[in-house]
């Protein structure tokens, strides 16, 4: 069964400190896709990154990077020079392999920046 | 531009009332899902559809029913609410072929039981 864990419930850093928000995921799956979504206050999840299970170069997106590490079943998420935009809660997924399309949430991080 | 939109953003219903939350999504997309939002627990999946008139039990199906008669709406139905279904509920759609599984929300209800 999929499972993902992001141990942090809640981060608080000032405005312009990197921060890492850390997501270890779990499945027997050999192909699978792993994402990171961002939900503002507003409440409507966005999609950030999608990475798949063959794929373990780090990618980086402005201020973001995304670390994945097979070994360690990890992907995890750096916001370098935080800015109060970056606030919002932050879920990591991980897809299944049922035909489905359905993927699989961790319970989120609640990432505060303070200016 | 991709576009899931819910009836409501907030809803206040009474115990045991019959309650209905709509999904409407432009992209022409087979996959539909309802998940609900709780502190803690990150989003659990409710319901899914992959087609019209189709649809599959997730995690936590139990106090709710869907319907899918076309192929842009997605309804959850709570059929006698109760103070325990109180939870934002997101509405997601994806491609059905899509390799990426990506899913696309809505803004969300958030649904208050009294």
């Known amino acids: 069964a999929q499972k993902v864990t992001q141990a942090q419930t809640e981060i608080s850093v000032v405005e312009k400190e990197d921060v890492t928000l850390d997501c270890v995921y779990e499945?027997?799956?050999?192909?699978?896709?792993l994402f990171w979504y961002k939900q503002p206050p507003s409440g409507e999840l966005v999609f950030l990154i999608r990475r798949n299970s063959f794929d373990e170069q780090n990618e980086i997106s402005g201020r973001y990077s995304w670390n994945f590490q097979k070994s360690t079943s990890s992907f995890n998420f750096t916001i370098t020079a935080s800015q109060v935009v970056d606030s919002a809660v932050y879920f990591c997924a991980l897809s299944d392999q049922t035909g489905a399309n359905n993927l699989f949430f961790g319970t989120g991080t609640r990432l505060t920046v303070i200016p | 531009d991709v576009k899931v939109t819910q009836s409501s953003r907030y809803l206040v219903k009474r115990t045991g009332e019959k309650v209905f939350l709509e999904c409407v999504q432009d992209?022409?997309?087979?996959?539909m899902f309802w998940y609900r939002q709780d502190p803690g627990l990150g989003l659990r999946l409710i319901y899914f559809?992959?087609?019209?008139?189709?649809?599959e039990k997730g995690d936590i199906p139990e106090g709710y029913s869907v319907s899918r008669e076309k192929k842009e709406r997605f309804s959850l139905i709570l059929e006698s609410a109760s103070t325990n279904q109180t939870s934002m509920y997101l509405c997601?759609?994806?491609?059905?072929?899509?390799?990426?599984?990506?899913?696309?929300f809505g803004p969300g209800t958030r649904l208050t039981v009294t």
């Open positions: 992209m022409d997309h087979e996959n």
């Open positions: 559809s992959y087609d019209v008139k189709m649809k």
């Open positions: 499945t027997r799956d050999t192909t699978y896709y």
């Open positions: 997601a759609s994806s491609l059905r072929l899509a390799v990426s599984y990506e899913q696309y």
